[in-house]
Nanobody, 121 residues
Framework: QVQVVESGGGLVQAGGSLRLSCAAS????????MGWYRQAPGKQRELVAT???????NYADSVQGRFTISRDNAKNTVSLQMDNLEPEDTAVYSC???????????????WGQGPQVTVSS
């Protein structure tokens, strides 16, 4: 099985910073992409940022320039540094890993439980 363990989140004022971390473990041959998604009350889950094993990043337009995603392939960890937070960033954030469990196997999504990020004005 694959486990995804997250840390971080909390309550901060607008303009503040938070750092989210995520670690995947278990039966893992390869992880192609890791990233973070978020879901605000009454809204659908949306992509925040992703990073491939080669270091290619993808950010939502709303967080571009404020959030930075990084990854340690050897440790199967990914972090999201969130700076200059805005009230609109308030959401439950979920870590995602696209995991390949064996050579030539398919990739599947593994999700963390999701920490809450709340930004006050």
């Amino acid at each position: 099985q694959v486990q995804v363990v997250e840390s971080g989140g909390g309550l901060v004022q607008a303009g503040g910073s938070l750092r989210l971390s995520c670690a995947a473990s278990g039966t893992i041959f390869n992880i192609h992409t890791m990233g973070w998604y978020r879901q605000a009350p009454g809204k659908q889950r949306e992509l925040v940022a992703t990073i491939t094993s080669d270091g290619i990043t993808n950010y939502a337009d709303s967080v571009q320039g404020r959030f930075t995603i990084s990854r340690d392939n050897a440790k199967n960890t990914v972090s999201l540094q969130m700076d200059n937070l805005e009230p609109e960033d308030t959401a439950v954030y979920s870590c995602n890993a696209k995991v390949q469990r064996r050579s030539y196997g398919r990739f599947f999504d593994s999700w963390g439980q999701g920490p809450q990020v709340t930004v006050s004005s």
